[in-house]
């Protein structure tokens, strides 16, 4: 006979054990005492699986920064904190699973999806496994022929073994993608606050365009443009983080304390990028209306057409 494993769980949870007295239960006691112990470990690591998401939608506004109020799954987390979500899927198949006439074709039925929701390709459904997982250890309670009691509980054993191995693994591949994230949001904190010395490590901007008009201006041009080519660098890596953030699985709890980081990052570059985006397009736009001033006015050229020729094809290129 197989028994299940150990598995470490929250002393504070607590799971009713109560049996209902009209069920028969022909188990051994060794057996029955498994099974008893199975359901408490089943539902506690129900509930802690449901606290890890797969992914999370988290818009952003059209500043670029975060704007985790509108996340759909976190309003809904914080309303129904403690409640458990109905899956029309899971609801689906114990419906039909409770329209078999016998425990053991129950069991059979369950034990099959069981099979299912961990050799499904990505991310097992642990929390659909874990559920009907807790319904199997009910229907061993229940009378039926010795030899196939046996057989099915070593799959329902071997399969509860597979599902921690699994989970193990995955917990181990979230917990270094967590551990990097941090790192990762903690750098680019870091940087955004130290903003000047990081703008002086940056060389000046080379606009690809010589324009005698400009020339005296472009030392305005270069100190804005250079603030801006740090800023899009911030928030490149503010939003790759975020896609990452959203396909990483990890608890809502540390999964919303970095979207609360991000935010608060993206909070300090994507206004200003955007000042000094309005400020750098209005700057040029007063450059070419006074270009336009001095050289054609008065439906006159006052400058040989090559030299305007060649400083519209600059300021053209410097606008891009």
Same mark, same amino acid.
């Given at each position: 006979?197989?028994?299940?494993?150990? &598995?470490?769980?929250?002393?504070?949870? /607590?799971?009713?054990?109560?049996?209902?007295?009209? &069920?028969?239960?022909?188990?051994? /006691? $060794? $057996?029955?005492?498994?099974?008893?112990?199975?359901?408490?470990?089943?539902?506690?690591?129900?509930?802690? !699986?449901?606290?890890?998401?797969?992914?999370?939608?988290?818009?952003?506004?059209?500043? %670029?920064?975060?704007?985790?109020?509108?996340?759909?799954?976190?309003?809904?987390?914080?309303?129904?904190?403690?409640?458990?979500?109905?899956?029309?899927?899971?609801?689906? #198949?114990?419906?039909?699973?409770?329209?078999? /006439?016998?425990?053991? !074709?129950?069991? *059979?039925?369950?034990?099959?999806?069981?099979?299912?929701?961990?050799?499904?390709?990505?991310?097992?459904? #642990?929390?659909? @496994?874990?559920?009907?997982?807790?319904?199997?250890?009910?229907?061993?309670?229940?009378?039926?022929?010795?030899?196939?009691?046996? &057989?099915?509980?070593?799959?329902?054993?071997?399969?509860?073994?597979?599902?921690?191995?699994?989970?193990?693994?995955?917990? !181990?591949?979230?917990? @270094?993608?967590?551990?990097?994230?941090?790192?990762?949001?903690?750098?680019?904190?870091?940087?955004?606050?130290?903003?000047?010395? *990081?703008?002086?490590?940056?060389?000046?901007?080379? #606009?690809?365009?010589?324009?005698?008009?400009? $020339?005296?201006?472009?030392? %305005?041009?270069?100190?804005?443009?250079?603030?801006?080519?740090?800023?899009?660098?911030?928030?490149?890596?503010?939003?790759?983080?975020?896609? !990452?953030?959203?396909?990483?699985?990890?608890?809502?709890?540390?999964?919303?304390? @970095?979207? *609360?980081?991000?935010?608060?990052?993206?909070?300090?570059? @994507?206004?200003?990028?955007?000042?000094?985006?309005?400020?750098?397009?209005?700057?040029?736009?007063?450059? &070419?209306?006074?270009?336009?001033?001095?050289?054609?006015?008065?439906?006159?050229?006052?400058?040989?057409?090559? #030299?305007?020729?060649?400083?519209?094809?600059?300021?053209? %290129?410097?606008?891009?």
């Amino acid at each position: 006979m197989s028994h299940l494993e150990n &598995v470490s769980v929250d002393d504070s949870e /607590s799971v009713d054990q109560t049996v209902t007295p009209e &069920v028969e239960v022909t188990n051994s /006691s $060794e $057996e029955n005492s498994e099974i008893n112990e199975g359901a408490e470990k089943s539902s506690i690591e129900n509930q802690e !699986e449901q606290q890890t998401v797969p992914s999370e939608n988290v818009n952003i506004d059209d500043s %670029g920064s975060v704007n985790q109020a509108a996340t759909p799954e976190v309003k809904e987390g914080r309303a129904n904190k403690g409640k458990q979500q109905s899956d029309p899927e899971l609801e689906a #198949f114990l419906v039909e699973m409770d329209k078999k /006439s016998t425990p053991e !074709e129950k069991l *059979q039925n369950a034990i099959d999806y069981m099979q299912e929701t961990l050799s499904q390709s990505g991310t097992p459904q #642990f929390r659909h @496994f874990w559920e009907v997982r807790k319904r199997c250890l009910d229907l061993f309670k229940e009378n039926m022929p010795a030899p196939i009691r046996s &057989v099915l509980w070593e799959k329902y054993s071997e399969l509860s073994k597979e599902a921690r191995r699994l989970k193990e693994i995955l917990d !181990e591949q979230s917990a @270094f993608a967590v551990e990097q994230i941090d790192i990762a949001i903690k750098a680019l904190e870091g940087e955004i606050v130290d903003f000047d010395n *990081q703008l002086a490590k940056i060389g000046n901007v080379d #606009f690809g365009f010589e324009s005698k008009y400009l $020339e005296k201006a472009l030392g %305005g041009y270069n100190t804005i443009q250079k603030q801006l080519c740090l800023l899009n660098a911030f928030a490149s890596r503010v939003n790759t983080l975020r896609k !990452e953030l959203i396909k990483t699985e990890m608890r809502i709890r540390q999964k919303n304390k @970095f979207f *609360q980081r991000l935010s608060k990052a993206g909070d300090q570059v @994507f206004p200003r990028r955007k000042d000094l985006i309005k400020e750098v397009s209005e700057k040029f736009e007063k450059d &070419v209306t006074h270009f336009i001033k001095k050289y054609f006015s008065d439906n006159s050229v006052n400058e040989p057409l090559h #030299f305007l020729r060649e400083e519209i094809k600059s300021l053209q %290129g410097i606008a891009k």
